[in-house]
Every structure is written in C-alpha cells, then in structure tokens.
C-alpha cells in the first residue's frame, strides 16, 4: 500500500467534512442546462447589457479548473466535454454554507452551478452562481496546470488525466468518433451492410502475422485473436450480400512502435463485380469526403510532410517504381539466380523462403516504400506475397492488387479477389511450404473457405484500412498512441 502525501491526506479530510454536513462527497445526479461550448456558441456575441435584460438562467457542471478570490468573492473556471467556463461567487448571491463549500474545494472537484450569465468587465462570458452544488470529491490533486503530464509514457497510461489536462488528446478523443462515423455513412451511402464477424478463430488467415493465442477450456481447444476479417467477409458474398464492410479490432502479436499497436482498429470492405480500379476510386473518394465533411480542408501536415488529399492520386506499378529509383527492371523475365545476384549487389537479405517476387518486394521496402509521399496507389504485387489475390491477366507473376502510401507509409491494401477455389487451395498450399522453410507468418488452409468458393463467389474489389493509421493523418499526430486512447503499454519496472 503506497504512503499518502499531504495533499491527498488534506483531500481525505474535506471529504470527511462533507459527510459531516450530510452530504455526499461523491455526489448525485445533477440535472444540467447548458454546456460551456452550448453557452459560448448561443451566447457570446451578446453584451452584458443584453444578456441582464434577457436574463438568462442556466446549469452547467464540471472539473474545477482554476479558483482565485478572497473574502466575500471570488472565480474559478469548470471544464465540461466542451471547454470551459467562468463562474462568479459571491457570498451574497449563494450563501453562506454554498460559499464555505465553495472556499474549501479543491481543484479537481466536480461541481454544479445555478446561476445567470454575464459578461464581466474584462469581457469574459461567465456564469453568477446563485446556487452552489458539490457533485464529487478529487482524492488526488491534478498535475501542474501548464504542463499536464510531462512524462509521455504516463499521458498514455492516466489517459484520463491526460484528458483533463491536455486540450489536444481531448479534441483527438472526440474527432476519432467523427471520422469513423463518416466512413460509415460513406459506405452505408454506397450500398454496403456493416457486419460483425468472429474475433476468436482455430485459423491462421487472410494477412501475415503472428497471433496472440487464447484457450478455449469448454473445447479443451487453442484458438487464436483474429489477425484480419478477410475469409468470413468473403463467405458474405457467396452467400449473396455483395457489398459488405467491418470495422473492427484485430490482433497481432508483433512489435510496438510510433506506427504499430499490437491491438488496432481495421476496416475491411468487399463489393461484388468491382475489381481494384473500383477499389482505387472507392478509397479516394472516402478520404475526400473524411477531408471535406470532418475537416473542411485538404491539406494535412503528418510527419514533416505536406500531404494533398486532392486527386487524382498516382498510380504506379511495383516494377516500375522500382526501375525509377534504381534502374533495374523486374518486369522483364529473371530467374531467381539473376534476382538473387542484383539483391547481393543492392545490399539485400535474402531469406530461406524467397523467390523472386519476395526479392522484388524487398526492393520496393528498401528504395521506394519511404519516397512515397503524396498519395500513391502501388499495384502489380509478385504473386508470392499476395495469396488471397487474382492473378494478373497479363502477366501471371503477378496479381492485381494495390497498397495505398501516404508519407511513405502503408494505409490500405486492396485486392482483385481471387475467387478460384482450385488456384486458392495451391496458393493455401504454397503458404505451408513457406512455413517449413521458416517464414512463421504464413497463412493456415481453411478448407471451409474453399468449399465456399466451390459454391461460386462473384468477381470482387476488396480493401483492408488501417483506421488508427487514417486517423493520425487527418488529426495530425505522428504516433498512433495519440489516436488510440488506451494503447498496450510496457509494465512499469
């Protein structure tokens, strides 16, 4: 049991006083008017003339965030979900027993307050009260007020002191909402059924990843924390829905960084008779309408980078990306001796599974991925990296799929489905090859999934995006902890 400090053994003392006064420190339910956003936005263009012929009456409750005054007067400011706002006390105006509260709240008590507005002298909209109410005891005092939580790693663990303290977690917190609701009526608008889909699977399928393992004790069986929502949303179209979109929470027993969350927030969206050019349309059009709707603006500043939603968007093959930043063309045939040569030569790991086309993505990852800015839309993926795709029509080394780069960082990740229970079945097959050659992220066979496929599922655009990732570029923050309000932490030591 840790030691209490001064502070909080005075805290445990008023909140005592007030239990000797028969009330609660831990108050009851207070039937508010007004908050401080509602009062600013109806009220603050009108003069404290106007306002004392109006006579305007309101409640409003919240945090104290400041308190001043001596005597027989004094102000403090409530902060709400909106903002804040500043109260007058007066002894005269709420008495005795309502001031002597007032005198000994501390800040970081919860407190409702009767009263009229005014403008004060210094132009301040601001609340008389008239009557004072106390709602809720704070046990422990709130950090220095101009700094909040200097330590980043505590703001992420007391994310709710970082909320009271830190005007810009509050706006992230309340605009994240904003944006997924607009993705939603986005998709709803275009015809598509948001579903759910089970988060427990005994399969590994639909991205490479490790997952997180679980028990189930009834089953006496391991399952897994699903790692994407592909496969049931493509048992969806088969089963006739045809344009179907999840948001959900998927899980990935990886590494943490500025970008990557072991828990995150992923949509994935499936439309019948599209293919990856509908997709590409799709997405564009979504983030515009996310800029415009939420944001009113266009231009976003993410990671030292001015970013243009404004389209059209590039489009650009892998190999040909590629060939303009290192001059080698893969698009040409090559046999894997070849592309093992130019990888020695550009510095490249060559690991015990690759073939050609992982040696192709390993070009891209280290000389074209992090020189995508704008938003570009990458396609033509080697066909030993994309499992669950269609193969390109042209030229079958590769499928028709694309990635969406933005600051030089993935955002979605489309396909032209495949859709071949017989091809599906060889690519599952491949899959475990790699596995046994140590590439530990290599997708299960889920045979359900091909029988499925026997029935006939129709020719499909699918796209996967990273909603965390969506939302640190449009609110601007460079770490996905910032958009996250309870990221995975590290214990503390």
């Known amino acids: 049991m840790r030691e209490l400090t001064e502070q909080e053994l005075v805290r445990r003392d008023k909140a005592q ?3 000797d006064l028969n009330m609660d420190p831990f108050g009851h339910r207070f039937d508010r008017t007004h908050t401080s956003g509602e009062i600013i936005k109806q009220y603050a263009s009108f003069s404290n003339e106007e306002l004392e012929q109006k006579t305007v009456n309101v409640k409003v409750a919240g945090r104290i965030m400041t308190k001043r005054g001596k005597g027989k007067a004094g102000f403090m400011h409530i902060q709400d979900r909106d903002g804040q706002i500043q109260i007058y006390m007066k002894l005269d105006n709420v008495g005795e027993e309502n001031y002597e509260l007032f005198n000994k709240a501390d800040i970081g008590d919860i407190v409702g307050i009767e009263g009229t507005l005014f403008v004060t002298h210094t132009g301040e909209l601001s609340v008389k009260a008239f009557k004072y109410v106390h ?5 422990r005092p709130l950090p220095e007020k101009f700094h909040g939580l200097t330590d980043i790693e505590e703001r992420y663990r007391r994310r709710y002191v970082d909320l009271i303290m830190n005007e810009d977690a ?26 759910e889909t089970p988060v427990l699977t ?7 990843a ?7 004790n009834t089953q006496d069986l391991d399952m897994y924390l699903r790692i994407a929502l592909e496969l049931p949303l493509k048992r969806l179209l088969v089963g006739g829905m045809e344009a179907v979109y999840e948001i959900g929470r998927v899980f990935r027993n990886e590494g943490m960084d500025t970008k990557h969350n072991p828990e995150f927030t992923l949509m994935e969206a499936y439309l019948a008779y599209s293919d990856l050019d509908g997709m590409m349309d799709q997405t564009e059009a979504m983030y515009q309408e996310i800029a415009n709707k939420v944001f009113g603006k266009m231009t976003y500043n993410w990671c030292g980078n001015e970013i243009n939603l404004e389209g059209p968007w590039k489009r650009i093959s892998m ?10 063309d893969f698009s040409k045939q090559m046999s894997f001796d070849e592309a093992k040569a130019l990888a020695n030569e550009h510095h490249i790991e060559i690991e015990d599974h690759f073939s050609v086309g992982h040696i192709i993505n390993a070009f891209f990852e280290k000389y074209v991925e992090e020189k995508l800015i704008q938003p570009t839309f990458l396609y033509g993926h080697p066909v030993e990296i994309s499992p669950l795709t269609k193969t390109n029509q042209d030229d079958p080394r590769f499928v ?18 495949l859709n071949d229970p017989v091809v599906q079945l060889e690519r599952f097959e491949e899959q475990l090859k790699e596995r046994d050659l140590g590439n530990d992220e290599a997708n299960d066979i889920d045979m359900d999934f091909i029988e499925a496929l026997e029935y006939g599922m129709p020719p499909a655009g699918g796209i996967g995006y990273g909603i965390d990732r969506l939302c640190m570029l ?20």
């Open 202 to 208: 005994t399969l590994l399928t639909g991205a490479a």
């Open 474 to 493: 449009f609110l601007e923050q460079e770490s996905i902890r910032d958009v996250i309000l309870f990221p995975t932490m590290k214990e503390r030591n």
């Open 135 to 139: 709602l809720v005891k704070a046990l």
């Open 170 to 195: 509050k706006r992230v917190a309340f605009l994240r909402p904003k944006i997924i609701r607009c993705i939603q009526n986005f998709m709803d608008n275009r015809g598509y059924t948001e579903v």
């Open 210 to 216: 490790r997952p997180f393992v679980t028990h189930h």
């Open 319 to 328: 190999v040909d990306a590629i060939k303009e930043e290192t001059g080698i």
């Open 400 to 417: 028709d799929r694309f990635e969406l780069f933005i600051g030089g960082k993935e955002f979605a990740n489309a396909y032209t489905e």
């Open 17 to 19: 006083m007030i239990r």
